[in-house]
T-cell receptor, first 112, second 114 residues
Framework: NAGVTQTPKFQVLKTGQSMTLQCAQDMNHEYMSWYRQDPGMGLRLIHYSVGAGITDQGEVPNGYNVSRSTTEDFPLRLLSAAPSQTSVYFC???????????FGSGTRLTVV | AQTVTQSQPEMSVQEAETVTLSCTYDTSESDYYLFWYKQPPSRQMILVIRQEAYKQQNATENRFSVNFQKAAKSFSLKISDSQLGDAAMYFCAYSPYNTDKLIFGTGTRLQVFP
């Protein structure tokens, strides 16, 4: 049982490049979310999904896209990377909001 | 807007002693969930304890317990018999009932001294 798996763990991008952060969970959780963590600001919700085919925006969605074609996978796409997107990104999943979330180990992204 | 405030950026405690981390939140909802997460230097986010707002009884998990004051919108975390492995960032989080969203505070860095 691997839990929530995020890849890559580290990434450096040039301004304007695009990339996809991968997230997969093997716990059959319906709820999945993406957060970014910036110094002094805690974690902020980017996008979330309550099931396959259903996604919605969180607090800071601009510059990011998501899709949920399967229960297991919830990739986060950066369309045109900007230095302001330098952050640590966490994917999380939960069977329901009540249980709290299981987090992946994070991706540290640097945009230069 | 719903917000979570952790007013202590840093706290320290001696091994085997007790420490309390503060958290307040602002909401007009009556049903919600509250959580404490631990983030050690490994960066992994680990769920420590959770509380349902409709339950008056304070949650406990081994050495970790909460003091939930619904009217005051306060949700503090007490760590008893502190251990070196408790050193980490601690985040308080709020989740409105029946939603998928976690709203985090800015965190408290806990140092544990031998």
């Amino acid at each position: 049982n691997a839990g929530v798996t995020q890849t890559p763990k580290f990434q450096v991008l040039k301004t304007g490049q695009s990339m996809t952060l991968q997230c997969a969970q093997d716990m059959n959780h319906e709820y999945m979310s993406w957060y970014r963590q910036d110094p002094g600001m805690g974690l902020r919700l980017i996008h979330y999904s309550v099931g396959a085919g259903i996604t919605d925006q969180g607090e800071v969605p601009n510059g990011y896209n998501v899709s949920r074609s399967t229960t297991e996978d919830f990739p986060l796409r950066l369309l045109s990377a900007a230095p302001s997107q330098t952050s640590v990104y966490f994917c999380a999943s939960s069977p329901t909001g009540y249980y709290g979330y299981t987090f992946g180990s994070g991706t540290r992204l640097t945009v230069v | 807007a719903q917000t979570v405030t952790q007013s202590q950026p840093e706290m320290s405690v001696q091994e085997a002693e007790t420490v309390t981390l503060s958290c307040t939140y602002d909401t007009s909802e009556s049903d919600y969930y509250l959580f404490w997460y631990k983030q050690p230097p490994s960066r992994q986010m680990i769920l420590v304890i959770r509380q349902e707002a409709y339950k008056q009884q304070n949650a406990t998990e081994n050495r970790f317990s909460v003091n939930f004051q619904k009217a005051a919108k306060s949700f503090s975390l007490k760590i008893s018999d502190s251990q070196l492995g408790d050193a980490a960032m601690y985040f308080c989080a709020y989740s409105p009932y029946n939603t998928d969203k976690l709203i985090f505070g800015t965190g408290t860095r806990l140092q544990v001294f031998p």
